[in-house]
């Protein structure tokens, strides 16, 4: 979460309460237009194991902020 901050994105933690409620309110309820939920492997699929891996804190694991053009 500190790196998705660092490259400047608003990061939410749901340990942190309601994930929805927190989007609101950074938005000052309007909502996000685009979101990424990058951990927690075992609620999308039980067999990825890159985000096991990355879950883990392995080395040489780690995530990509893709930047898409628009257009």
């Known amino acids: ?3 998705a901050e660092k490259i400047g994105a ?3 933690d749901d340990a ?7 989007v609101l309110d950074l938005t ?6 685009k979101g990424c939920e990058c951990v927690g492997w075992q ?3 039980p ?3 890159a985000y096991r ?3 883990d804190r392995e080395d040489g694991w780690t995530k990509v902020v ?4 628009h257009g």
Do not use: K, N, S, Y
């Open 1 to 3: 979460m500190r790196l």
């Open 10 to 12: 608003i990061a939410v």
């Open 16 to 22: 942190l309460g309601d994930p929805v409620e927190q």
């Open 28 to 33: 000052g309820g309007e909502g996000a237009d």
């Open 43 to 45: 609620a999308h699929d």
């Open 47 to 49: 067999h990825g194991h």
């Open 53 to 55: 891996h990355f879950d």
């Open 66 to 69: 893709l930047h898409p053009t």
